[in-house]
């Protein structure tokens, strides 16, 4: 059975009890199930090779943001993702995770000289320019080190698509991409450079897109302006049409992969080009789960608390953006239901994540878990309050293996130096 499913009257995950991963390994800790990452690429794998014939199956170039561990992207590649990177760290990742350089697609409105020349010199298939100026840095340091940078310009469609005004990215006013209005221009500047080469156009309006028509609008955007570059002479032999494809947090009405596949076939397959995707967060968010303890159960006179063992350095997305994550107990599942706020320990009221929500009614030492955790998780997770980084946990076939190992106080302190001066 994959996934997270009670088994006997306890959460599994691919079949291997939580409370067997909490004794091993303690809490808090990410666990993330394979088979689910599995399933959710051959969702979209699959969807794409339904309405597009063969040979002109898209570059599925994960978007490892989401969740870089080295062990998932392996995964992920052994699967038959390409990937997408936004720093010379997610460069390194993907690496040493046995990527092929000319797999990964390097984005991000703020490159520095060392990630291009990291990638430049890497080999990767191609750079996403976001601005002038970076196009302009690329080109000098490709000149500087005799290498030609394959590069195509980042569009801003001007449409907005995030599942939070945070997450949306494809609005004028953001800082991402080159507008319909400058974008030729762009294109003809790089063809009269001597160490860059344009190939073709990308888009990305934003993550958890549940405003599905909003990547059919940005996608209707793409064919004017290819026919544009191609009049003034150019080739456009690429389009990368970005990630944003949502996942379940409570009720979202999942996108229709088909349907979303239509229109790739309908309005990108026609421009006759190299097609590349970036989903992040649908091939890893509901495969993973952040399980906890709870510390104490807090009664006062106007709410109670579970106070757990996790917290928002472990995982900000309730704080950072309001988002709703479920949280189920592992064990007594069918227990009566109870009003709490689940809180962590950090000392702002901020760390909370949820307020009001009826659940089984747990009691100190129980274990829980916040689920649909599996991307933007970990990677954002902090020191803060001096609190060590969550072990990671990857199931697979009924194992459970480390993928990553709770980090020590100690390794967070070492890193810190007291200056001769203070006596
Ligand atoms: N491509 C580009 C250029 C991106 O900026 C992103 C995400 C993706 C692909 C992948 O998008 P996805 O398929 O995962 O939606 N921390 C936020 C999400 C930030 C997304 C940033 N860019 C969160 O926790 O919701």
Same mark, same amino acid.
């Given at each position: 059975m994959t996934g997270f499913k009670e088994i006997n009257g306890v959460l599994n995950a691919d079949n291997v009890p939580l409370t067997d991963i909490a004794k091993e390994y303690g809490t808090p800790t990410y666990v993330y199930s394979a088979d689910v990452m599995k399933e959710q690429y051959e969702a979209l794998a699959g969807a794409m090779k339904r309405a597009l014939p063969a040979d002109r199956? #898209?570059?599925?170039?994960?978007?490892?943001?989401?969740?870089?561990n080295v062990a998932v992207l392996s995964y992920l590649r052994s699967l038959g993702c390409s990937l997408e990177i936004v720093s010379e760290g997610e460069l390194k990742r993907g690496l040493k995770a =046995? !990527?092929? /350089?000319?797999?990964i697609v390097s984005t991000g409105v703020g490159k520095t000289r060392s990630e291009i020349i990291s990638c430049l010199e890497a080999g990767i298939h191609q750079f996403n320019v976001e601005s002038f100026p970076e196009l302009k840095h690329i080109n000098q340091i490709a000149g500087e080190i005799g290498i030609k940078a394959t590069v195509v310009f980042r569009l801003n469609p001007n449409v907005s698509g995030g599942g939070h005004h945070k997450i949306s +990215? =494809? *609005?004028? *006013?953001?800082?991402?991409g080159i507008s319909e209005e400058s974008i030729c221009d762009a294109y003809q500047l790089a063809s009269e450079m001597e160490h860059v080469e344009p190939v073709g156009l990308s888009v990305h309006i934003g993550?958890? %897109? !549940?405003?599905?028509?909003s990547f059919k609008t940005a996608f209707e955007k793409l064919p004017g302006i290819v026919e544009k570059i191609r009049e003034n002479g150019h080739s456009v032999t690429r389009l990368d049409i970005g990630g944003g494809f949502p996942i379940i947090y409570k009720d979202e009405k999942l996108l229709d992969l088909d349907r979303y596949a239509e229109w790739v076939r309908d309005i990108?397959? #026609?421009?006759?080009t190299e097609i590349i995707m970036e989903p992040g967060r649908y091939l890893v968010g509901n495969a993973g789960v952040l399980l906890s303890e709870v510390l104490y159960v807090k009664e006062t006179h106007d709410q109670d608390f579970? %106070?757990? @063992? /996790?917290?928002m350095n472990d995982l900000i997305r309730p704080t950072l953006y309001e988002a709703y994550h479920g949280i189920e107990p %592992?064990?007594? *599942? @069918?227990?009566p239901h109870h009003n709490y706020d689940v809180v962590g320990p950090?000392?702002?009221? &901020?760390? +909370? !994540? +949820?307020?009001g929500r009826d659940l089984p009614k747990m009691n100190q030492g129980d274990l829980v878990v916040v689920q649909?955790? &599996?991307?933007?998780g970990f990677c954002m997770a902090s020191n803060y309050n001096t609190r060590a980084m969550p072990a990671e946990i990857l199931v697979y076939d009924g194992q459970a293996h480390e993928v990553r190992a709770r980090e020590s106080v100690e390794e967070i302190i070492d890193l810190d130096k007291i200056p001769d001066f203070i006596k």
């Open positions: 199956q #898209p570059l599925l170039c994960y978007a490892c943001k989401a969740n870089s =046995g !990527f092929k /350089a000319n797999q +990215t =494809g *609005r004028k *006013r953001d800082k991402f993550s958890q %897109v !549940f405003t599905v028509e990108i397959m #026609p421009l006759d579970l %106070v757990i @063992d /996790a917290a %592992v064990e007594n *599942r @069918d227990a950090i000392c702002e009221s &901020g760390d +909370t !994540f +949820t307020q649909s955790a &599996g991307a933007y």
